[in-house]
């Protein structure tokens, strides 16, 4: 089957074009049919009504029609147009000179004043019958019923019909194809803006252009913009992987020529076993760190916004085990409604971070607020958590908050925790600021944007 968008439009198109005409020509032909016969029914009550005229009862209850009528066909033979008039008994007192040699029955069921239509019994000759019962009366009070008939050829009306059928499916024809035509058009010109896309992604994977352009239909502009937001996200990820990787090659040098120093020693000192410890111990930090970075995903493009509220939960009750023997009190401030569009390992690792740190060096309050937030020209979520701890540094703190920090150049007491919620902030757009709380321990107040 041809996926093709415009075959498969201009196929479906085309047969409901097609289905449309047919179907047009059947109602056409059927109401044009029905008027010309309703016409030749109109016409043979004419005549009917001109022989009535003419038909008089004499005097001896006998029935009289003048050879003269107003339609010179009844006088010829053969024309295909007859009259007849039929006794109660059926037989014939009547005819017209156009009849001669040909026979019909009457239809003795008719009540007076009951008319009816009916296909000629003449054989070989489709004509169209009318039978009508009446009663005539003459001056002298006597009556006498009487049938009257009156026989047309329809091959007028055949050939009417077939030659109005011919027209007709020559112009549907025409306008059919010409539609055909003009549909093919519009959907070539209507799918333009598809085509667009599809060159301009081939420009991106060429290297052409960094982006999808704007100059798309209303209807693909979200998708453009979509497609845009996707390929960035991609090159951010490629790119944090790249640096990812420099970052650790880099930042292992010096734990591995420590390392291979020691290698080539033949026995081992206190201070040596001691290096080593401390160099396998930065080493497996730099590790982490660099993972739990290139791990991030940043704002995800097509996936639904999460809920705050249970991965916050989820991380507090984990904590209030983990610490259990330090009996803290944790007041949690957290809007259930909120939603952020984001990964969920990356909130777990911010969450998770932030809180640990927390509870590490709270003494025995920790505070956590997490609500709808805004900043001077974008809306988001704002967090806050705070402990009554000792609190980090000045100088201590504008180290952790550095943004790039490897490592192993981490403030010390602190891990790599706080490096990666630097990390996530900024891959978030976000910002992030530090101090004194009302606790008297460190504030983390944190605000994410939307996209």
């Given at each position: 089957?041809?996926?093709?968008?415009?075959?498969?439009?201009?196929?479906?198109?085309?047969?409901?074009?097609?289905?449309?005409?047919?179907?047009?020509?059947?109602?056409?032909?059927?109401?044009?049919?029905?008027?010309?016969?309703?016409?030749?029914?109109?016409?043979?009550?004419?005549?009917?009504?001109?022989?009535l005229a003419k038909a008089e009862l004499s005097k001896n209850n006998r029935l009289m029609v003048p050879s003269g009528l107003s339609e010179p066909r009844f006088m010829q033979v053969a024309s295909g147009l007859y009259a007849y008039i039929f006794d109660t008994n059926g037989e014939v007192v009547w005819r017209s000179s156009s009849s001669t040699g040909e026979q019909i029955n009457s239809v003795k069921s008719l009540s007076p004043g009951q008319k009816t239509f009916m296909r000629s019994s003449l054989p070989g000759r489709p004509s169209i019958e009318?039978?009508?019962?009446?009663?005539?009366?003459?001056?002298?009070?006597?009556?006498?019923?009487?049938?009257?008939?009156?026989?047309?050829?329809?091959?007028?009306?055949?050939?009417?019909?077939?030659?109005f059928r011919s027209v007709l499916w020559q112009w549907l024809g025409g306008i059919g194809l010409l539609l055909l035509i003009v549909q093919y058009f519009i959907i070539r010109i209507s799918l333009q803006p598809l085509r667009?896309?599809?060159?301009?992604?081939?420009?991106?994977?060429?290297?052409?252009?960094?982006?999808?352009?704007?100059?798309?239909?209303?209807?693909?502009?979200?998708?453009?913009?979509?497609?845009?937001?996707?390929?960035?996200?991609?090159?951010?990820?490629?790119?944090?992987?790249?640096?990812?990787?420099?970052?650790?090659?880099?930042?292992?040098?010096?734990?591995?020529?420590?390392?291979?120093?020691l290698y080539g020693q033949k026995s081992l000192s206190t201070t040596d076993i001691k290096t080593l410890e401390t160099q396998t111990l930065q080493m497996r930090?730099?590790?982490?760190?660099?993972?739990?970075?290139?791990?991030?995903?940043?704002?995800?493009?097509?996936?639904?916004?999460?809920?705050?509220?249970?991965?916050?939960?989820?991380?507090?009750?984990?904590?209030?085990?983990?610490?259990?023997?330090?009996?803290?009190?944790v007041v949690t401030t957290i809007d259930e409604s909120i939603k952020f569009n984001a990964e969920k390992g990356d909130m777990f690792e911010l969450f998770g971070n932030l809180l640990?740190?927390?509870?590490?060096?709270?003494?025995?309050?920790?505070?956590?607020?997490?609500?709808?937030?805004?900043?001077?020209?974008?809306?988001?979520?704002?967090?806050?958590?705070?402990?009554?701890?000792?609190?980090?540094?000045?100088?201590?703190?504008?180290?952790?908050?550095?943004?790039?920090?490897?490592?192993?150049?981490?403030?010390?007491?602190?891990?790599i925790g706080l490096a990666v919620v630097n990390e996530l902030v900024s891959l978030y757009n976000g910002s992030l600021k530090s101090g004194a709380g009302d606790l008297g321990g460190q504030q983390w107040l944190i605000f994410l944007p939307n996209r």
């Open positions: 089957m041809n996926s093709s968008i415009q075959s498969r439009l201009l196929i479906s198109a085309s047969i409901v074009l097609i289905s449309f005409l047919s179907l047009a020509a059947f109602v056409l032909d059927a109401a044009y049919k029905r008027g010309a016969q309703q016409a030749l029914h109109d016409q043979l009550q004419i005549h009917l009504y001109a022989i009318l039978h009508y019962k009446a009663i005539l009366e003459n001056a002298f009070n006597q009556s006498s019923r009487f049938e009257f008939v009156v026989i047309e050829s329809s091959d007028s009306l055949d050939n009417q019909v077939a030659s667009h896309i599809v060159l301009d992604l081939e420009k991106i994977q060429q290297g052409h252009a960094q982006h999808l352009e704007t100059h798309y239909s209303d209807e693909l502009k979200d998708i453009a913009n979509t497609l845009n937001r996707l390929i960035d996200n991609e090159r951010t990820h490629l790119k944090r992987y790249r640096n990812t990787l420099a970052d650790l090659a880099h930042s292992l040098k010096t734990p591995l020529s420590v390392l291979t120093g930090q730099l590790v982490d760190y660099q993972l739990q970075k290139a791990a991030a995903k940043g704002h995800q493009t097509l996936a639904l916004p999460l809920q705050i509220q249970p991965i916050a939960q989820q991380i507090i009750t984990s904590l209030d085990k983990v610490y259990l023997d330090k009996q803290l009190t640990d740190n927390a509870y590490k060096w709270a003494n025995s309050k920790v505070y956590i607020r997490v609500q709808n937030g805004s900043d001077a020209t974008k809306q988001g979520v704002q967090i806050m958590i705070e402990d009554d701890g000792p609190g980090i540094a000045k100088n201590e703190l504008d180290n952790v908050l550095q943004r790039g920090i490897r490592a192993d150049e981490s403030t010390h007491g602190h891990g």
